[in-house]
């Protein structure tokens, strides 16, 4: 049989991990159980020895949750792929699961709000400090180190300014100071990028965001090699913040559209950020597969596309903004990400409002900037949606 990592992206989206039960189904079965009935007392032994592989108890082991961590494994590159119940658990558990109190993060500072609150605010509380740098210098990364750095820590492209970092600059400087570089590949997937071929060692997804992508359940995932995955997995197994099962099949399902999704929502990103470009009220436009962005060659190099994120600045600050996303008809108001629908919000007074004015300075995030996550719609649609507001100021 052919090894599954020598199929296409295309092909492991909808063959990758599948198991069937005795009654051999096409469309893959959800397994809604909390527990698993063992043949003997031997076998029960056996099972949670780990002598024989099989699940045991949901909250660990669940045959739905399997498929979907392997799809998504394979799609990676990955040796193992740990699921979660949202991509903020996924995070906590990478921390938790592999390092101690007295260690020390190295995180961009233009990452998603609730990532900045837990590294600050949460594990701050229990002795894991972190010293957040810019996305852009490796050489601020460098001089953070500590002799007790265990962990970096990036998004990229960054959540809301679309920020690229250089993953296999970052990656090198962490193995030289025997630290684990983690990327939070949400906005790219696998489909655009896999940081573990750039040289990261860990991947961490919100699956809520594309890999569901239609805007219906929360899920996580954090992918690397079989021996880091598994104090993740044994932080997972102990403190439970499993992915359901339900959530599980939905996600399983996400990932058969994938690459066909990306590739849509990149073409229309791409051609709203140009026309968003050259309008009189837009006074910058963040978005990886222009030309004019600050690391457009480096996206190019490690990224197929510019991915399905937009940010843009409107003069006019906060105000102005406001007035853009009041007058939306047909893009949604909502924070979310990675949907068929596009979606629109305002970074400071929403996903970013819990950092301070002057961490928001600090990372970029002015009161004029939007993000748009661009769906499935018509670009024309959209254009006609953004322009009543624009074209008002
Ligand atoms: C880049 C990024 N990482 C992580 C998360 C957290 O994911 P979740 O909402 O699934 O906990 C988000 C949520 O918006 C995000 O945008």
Redesign the pocket.
């Known amino acids: 049989m052919i090894p599954e990592q020598a199929f296409q992206p295309e092909t492991l989206a909808v063959r990758a991990g599948t198991q069937r039960s005795q009654f051999n189904e096409h469309a893959e079965a959800m397994y809604l159980t909390s527990s698993f009935v063992f043949g003997s007392a031997a076998e029960a032994a056996a099972r949670f020895s780990g002598a024989e592989a099989g699940p045991i108890y949901a909250r660990f082991t669940n045959p739905g949750v399997t498929m979907f961590e392997e799809r998504l494994a394979a799609l990676e590159g990955a040796e193992r792929c740990v699921a979660f119940a949202?991509?903020?658990?996924a995070?906590l558990a990478t921390v938790m699961g592999l390092m101690k109190a007295g260690e020390h993060v190295v995180a961009s500072r233009s990452?998603?709000g609730?990532?900045v609150q837990l590294f600050s605010n949460v594990l701050g509380r229990f002795g894991v400090e972190t010293t957040f740098v810019s996305p852009t210098d490796p050489e601020e990364w460098r001089a953070a180190v500590r002799p007790n750095t265990r962990l970096f820590f990036v998004?990229s492209p960054s959540?809301p300014l679309t920020e690229v970092s250089d993953i296999r600059r970052l990656a090198d400087i962490a193995h030289a100071h025997c630290a684990w570089l983690a990327v939070?590949n949400?906005?790219c997937t696998p489909i655009l990028q896999q940081p573990l071929q750039l040289g990261a060692d860990i991947v961490?997804h919100?699956?809520?965001?594309y890999l569901d992508g239609q805007g219906r359940v929360?899920?996580?995932a954090v992918l690397g090699g079989k021996d880091l995955m598994e104090g993740v997995y044994t932080f997972l197994r102990t403190a439970g913040p499993t992915l359901s099962a339900f959530n599980a099949w939905v996600l399983h399902r996400g990932l058969e559209t994938l690459h066909l999704r990306m590739q849509a929502h990149s073409a229309n990103a791409l051609e709203l950020a140009t026309w968003l470009s050259g309008h009189p009220k837009v006074s910058r436009v963040l978005y990886p597969g222009l030309p004019s962005h600050p690391q457009h060659e480096l996206a190019m190099r490690q990224q197929k596309t510019g991915g399905g994120i937009v940010a843009f600045e409107v003069v006019g600050g906060k105000d102005a903004a406001w007035q853009v996303v009041d007058a939306t008809r047909l893009l949604s108001i909502t924070?979310?990400?990675g949907d068929t629908r596009s979606t629109i919000t305002h970074p400071a007074s929403t996903?970013h409002s819990r950092m301070s004015p002057e961490q928001r300075a600090a990372a970029g995030i002015g009161d004029g900037l939007l993000r748009i996550a661009v769906g499935l719609e018509a670009v024309a649609d959209l254009r006609h949606d953004l322009a009543r507001g624009l074209d008002a100021l």
């Open positions: 949202s991509g903020m658990a995070i990452i998603f609730s990532t998004e959540n939070d949400c906005f961490i919100s699956a809520t965001k929360l899920g996580g924070a979310n990400l996903t």
